[in-house]
């Protein structure tokens, strides 16, 4: 992995504001070479493993082309196809894992697993969505905003909306908003905003306490940088907003939410309208990590709208992205340190 950087991308909160931004520069640069037509292989004969428990397009075909792009291979290990914790423990299947493949990257159903992966596999790892986090995402979503900054602005002078659940990408947005010293808002209904819904199972108490810990990375996130985080289900919180942002209303593991279907809990309060795109501001731009339910939590005007949406960029740019990472953390030029050591 490049210097000073740790050896795993788990969670973006383990990484400085500058390291952030030095992938994102990375990846812009990556994304201009390619698109002129240059493919920089500079992870030839590097071999990616790509552990997937849940379903992916986005994920998937950014991480297996990107390799394709630097020169690399992806090998792609579907739900069943390897041992993940059950006959083998999950601690083995990384020591072993780690031994025959040059990066790691893992979409899980529990965050413990893609933790331990990393701990026990000497391979780099990186967390390609859990329930607690989808910090692959939040790199493609910061290089759109970075690329596409109101006239005058800097990042650090925006103000992002997440309109609806407090989603793993809700949380993760909240994270990566809050390290750029961003205002972020999360405009959703109470027992689904952050500090009392982000966890999809268990009791209230252990909800409230999740929250909380979440909350509290935060805030610690804005004492550095300066950022602010609001949560309300005041329509008038989202107001300047700069990008607004929304993501399917069921979570992974709940189609229903206290007894009652989610249809009932968010629309049509939360639905991204036009006019809630104006009460944002007449420039507010739309984002969506995709896949998107269209006519639940957005209408096909404002997805489609090719002055406001910026979701489809958003969506190429997770490739990009993945780029910038894969450079980062992925072990490269092992000839160039043989040949050193020699
Ligand atoms: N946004 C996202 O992670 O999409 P996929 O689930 O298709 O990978």
Redesign the pocket.
């Known amino acids: 992995m490049a210097a000073g950087f740790p050896k795993d991308y788990i969670d973006s909160n383990e990484l400085t504001k500058e390291q952030i931004l030095k992938i994102v520069d990375l990846s812009i640069a990556l994304k201009k070479c390619i698109k002129n037509g240059y493919y920089p292989h500079l992870l030839q004969d590097k071999t990616l493993g790509m552990i997937f428990q849940q ?6 075909i950014s991480f297996e082309t990107a390799m394709t792009d630097l020169g690399g291979h992806a090998q792609f290990y579907g739900p069943g196809t390897i041992q993940l914790g059950g006959h083998e423990s999950v601690e083995d299947t990384a020591r072993v894992m780690g031994s025959l493949v040059d990066i790691l990257m893992a979409r899980v159903n529990r965050h413990k697993d893609v933790v331990s992966l990393a701990k026990y596999s000497a391979a780099p790892v990186i967390n390609g ?1 859990s329930e607690f986090n ?1 910090p692959t ?1 939040e790199l493609g979503d910061l290089m759109t905003m970075i690329e596409n900054l109101p006239a005058g602005k800097k990042i650090e002078d925006c103000k992002f909306a997440f309109i609806g659940d407090a989603t793993q990408t809700c949380v993760s947005l909240m994270f990566i908003c809050s390290k750029m010293g961003m205002d972020f808002v999360q405009f959703g209904p109470k027992g689904h905003q952050i500090p009392d819904g982000a966890l999809h199972v268990g009791t209230d108490e252990e909800r409230a306490a999740f929250g909380k810990q979440l909350m509290a990375i935060g805030e610690e996130n804005c004492k550095v940088s300066g950022g602010a985080i609001t949560v309300s289900d005041d329509p008038e919180c989202i107001k300047g907003a700069d990008f607004v942002y929304t993501d399917v209303w069921y979570g992974l593991y709940d189609e229903q939410v206290d007894g009652a279907s989610y249809m009932d809990v968010f629309y049509p309060t939360y639905q991204v309208t036009m006019d809630m795109m104006n009460l944002a501001g007449p420039d507010s731009k739309f984002m969506h ?3 998107a339910t269209r006519g639940e939590e957005v209408t096909d005007e404002v997805m489609d709208d090719p002055e406001r949406s910026l979701c489809w960029v958003e969506a190429e740019n ?1 490739k990009h992205s993945i780029r910038g990472l894969l450079v980062t953390f992925c072990p490269w030029n092992v000839v160039t340190d043989e040949v050193d050591a020699a």
């Open positions: 379903v992916s397009t986005r994920t998937r969505m989808h995402q990590c995709l896949p997770r």
